[in-house]
């Protein structure tokens, strides 16, 4: 087995995601429901930074709320750390800094990011010297997101969104991101998709156990088209997102009068991504939302997927 490493810390950078496609079939029996995904990592990051200690400790930065991100065994950076630990033999601990940028519970995956940033941190400082593959097998037992943050740039996700296989996205897609200051649960979104396909009733099919992303989402991404991406882009969860949170429908609308190709919510959200034709039309609609009020980052994908800085 490798030695730990002798350099004091390391920073490893990973990226939050937006689903440009997100396709939620029935739910099987163990309660999670059949996804087909496009994810998209962006430019916008969580810090990890890992140092030797004989214990685990965390502490988090960059947050409005401390009380909305757990410190302990619940949070997943923590939990990324603790797993690699036992998984590889090893006896001591670690002091782990989170620096956060991408919104708490904002349908962006920063847990995932955390957890994907904590793994590799800890690989190296430890010279645990576990290959991708193995770090992937770890990830998938944290959390389906978190595999995508380990990889990176554009992937579709199927199985829970854990199956990952890379896509080909040529250039450079641009989006506004409008953050929320209130996070909001997946678990409620998912909650609120079952129920209002009970209220479709009898008449309306069950929902299938596998699913796929349709070819028109990959030749768009492949031609690096925005225009093209913009009209198929497309999310299951909308609806039920928007049902707990009826205020974002206008943020979508605010986006597109602004200049956006189109908007959607990300993943469970309450984050809407509203893709713009370029950069110079990005910077336009985040200007725009901005003089109104709203909070909003100009962000790119696809970027890499979780990295050590220099
Ligand atoms: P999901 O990955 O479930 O779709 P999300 O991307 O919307 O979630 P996250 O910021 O990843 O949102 O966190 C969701 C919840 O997970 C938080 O409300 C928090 O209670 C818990 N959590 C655990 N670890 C972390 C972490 N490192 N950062 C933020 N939240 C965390």
């Known amino acids: 087995m490798s030695m730990a490493s002798s350099s004091p810390r390391v920073h490893v950078r990973a990226p939050g995601k937006i689903n440009v496609y997100l396709g939620v079939g029935g739910r099987h029996d163990d309660g999670y429901h059949a996804l087909a995904t496009v994810f998209q990592a962006v430019s916008l990051y969580e810090d990890v930074i890992a140092r030797h200690a004989d214990d685990f400790s965390l502490v988090v930065r960059g947050v409005e709320d401390p009380d909305t991100v757990p410190l302990d065994d619940r949070n997943l950076a923590m939990r990324a750390a603790k797993l690699l630990a036992a998984a590889a033999g090893y006896e001591g601990g670690v002091a782990l800094e989170i620096r956060k940028s991408v919104p708490v519970a904002g349908g962006m995956g920063g847990g995932s990011a955390d957890a994907a940033?904590?793994?590799?941190?800890?690989d190296a400082l430890w010279g645990t010297g576990f290959s991708q593959a193995r770090l992937h097998e770890l990830a998938a037992r944290l959390g389906a997101d978190v595999p995508f943050a380990l990889h990176g740039g554009t992937a579709v996700g199927t199985g829970r969104g854990d199956q990952l296989n890379p896509a080909l996205a040529r250039g450079?897609?641009?989006?506004?991101?409008?953050?929320?200051?209130?996070?909001?649960s997946t678990p409620v979104v998912y909650?609120?998709?079952?129920?209002?396909r009970d209220e479709e009733g009898a008449l309306a099919d069950?929902?299938?156990?596998?699913?796929?992303?349709p070819v028109a989402v990959l030749q768009a991404l492949r031609s690096g088209d925005p225009e093209a991406l913009a009209e198929c882009l497309f999310n299951d969860l909308e609806a039920a997102a928007l049902d707990v949170r009826p205020d974002l429908e206008q943020t979508i609308l605010d986006g597109i009068r602004a200049g956006a190709l189109r908007g959607i919510v990300s993943g469970s959200g309450p984050t809407i991504?509203?893709?713009?034709?370029?950069?110079?039309?990005?910077?336009?609609?985040?200007?725009?939302?901005?003089?109104?009020?709203v909070d909003a980052l100009h962000v790119h994908g696809p970027v890499p997927g979780a990295r050590i800085m220099g």
């Not at 069950?206 to 992303?213: A, R």
Request: hydrophobic residues 50%; proline residues 6%.
């Open 273 to 293: 991504a509203l893709l713009c034709a370029d950069p110079e039309g990005a910077q336009h609609v985040q200007a725009a939302l901005r003089e109104a009020g």
């Open 117 to 122: 940033a904590a793994l590799v941190a800890c």
């Open 172 to 184: 450079r897609f641009d989006w506004v991101l409008v953050t929320s200051e209130e996070g909001l």
């Open 191 to 196: 909650g609120r998709l079952d129920a209002l």
């Open 206 to 213: 069950d929902p299938p156990l596998s699913l796929d992303v």
